[in-house]
Each structure stands twice: as structure tokens, then as C-alpha cells.
């Protein structure tokens, strides 16, 4: 099993960037960056003012694979890509101290995948880029309240650092 003790989800600009501030803060930490396929293999290159890629996880939430589509792609059907849960990476590689999720308003998706996770010691600090107009347009305006209650039930303390970001850290 790898050990690492920090997580980032994602090899795009936000994901490098925020590694980078991890790497130069906490020089002596092994930082792990998860990414969908090869390390070159991101949104970002995509991006050209907007979000470009969308992850189809509601067509069917129990199968191991889902759908990604790419805008503007020869691509267009869409490529299957496999899903893990947080507790199946987590159970692959270790708990980190640290997860930063963003998810594109999948969050919610996401911590409910991370049961173990946020149960565990190990876990110290979640920062979370909440969506909130993605959620509420996937039939789910409460999730950021609930989102709240996951971690305080898991022994969380959380504030918003702005509008849609959120810092948890687990009570000692």
C-alpha cells in the first residue's frame, strides 16, 4: 500500500498549483496527485473559457465506469473511464492528512464515497470547492448544508473561506 499525506484529485491547473503550495509549505510530506489517465491529461488544455469536460455520473451510479465527454472532440460519444470511490483509493494508497476535492458540483457525490475517509485519524483537513448552482440544477439545493452535516457527524469543524470553498478540519 502507498502512503502519502496528501491527496490531490485531479492534474489539472488547480490540482499542479495546489501541489506545488503543499510541496513548497510542507517540503518534508509526500504529496500524491490522482489523475484520470496519463499526467498531461487534463481539463485545463481543454479549457477555453469554460468547463470541458463533463463526468456522467448520474446515468448509472453503481456501474465501475462511467462516461466522459469532451467538448469540441472527435470524442463527442464519449470515452469510458473508471470511477473510485475515495475509500478505494484511500484503500489502495493510504489516508492522507489532507484531501482537496473539486469535483465540478459532484461533492456531494463525492464525501458519500469517503465514509471510511472521513472516519479515519489519519484525515486531518478537507478543503472543498462547493458548486452550488451545479448541485441545485442536479436536484440537490440542500447539498451544501448536508454536505456540512457529513462532516460534523464525522467530527469536522468547517468555515467557508469564500463564497463557494470550504475548509474542514476534524476536531481534536
Keep these: 500500500m502507498i502512503q502519502t499525506d496528501f491527496l490531490v484529485i485531479g492534474s489539472g491547473i488547480a490540482g499542479l498549483t495546489y501541489a506545488l503550495k503543499i510541496a513548497q509549505d510542507f517540503p518534508d510530506k509526500k504529496i500524491t496527485i490522482l489523475t484520470k489517465a496519463n499526467s498531461d491529461e487534463t481539463n485545463t488544455k481543454y479549457a477555453q473559457g469554460g468547463i470541458a469536460a463533463v463526468m456522467n455520473l448520474d446515468a448509472d451510479s453503481t456501474s465501475p465506469t462511467n462516461r466522459i465527454s469532451i467538448a469540441e472532440s472527435e470524442v463527442s ?37 469517503a465514509q471510511a475517509v472521513l472516519d479515519s485519524k489519519s484525515l486531518k483537513h478537507l478543503f472543498i470547492e462547493i458548486h452550488f448552482a451545479l448541485l441545485e440544477a442536479r436536484g440537490l439545493p440542500k447539498a451544501g448544508d448536508d454536505i456540512q452535516k457529513i462532516l460534523i457527524r464525522q467530527g469536522f469543524t468547517s468555515h467557508f473561506t469564500d463564497f463557494s470553498h470550504m475548509h474542514a478540519q476534524k476536531s481534536v
Design 77 to 113: 460519444e464519449g470515452l469510458a473511464v473508471p470511477v473510485k470511490t475515495i475509500d478505494q483509493v484511500a484503500a489502495e494508497f493510504g489516508v492522507p492528512a489532507f484531501i482537496k476535492i473539486d469535483v465540478e458540483g459532484y461533492e456531494w457525490h463525492a464525501l458519500q464515497g
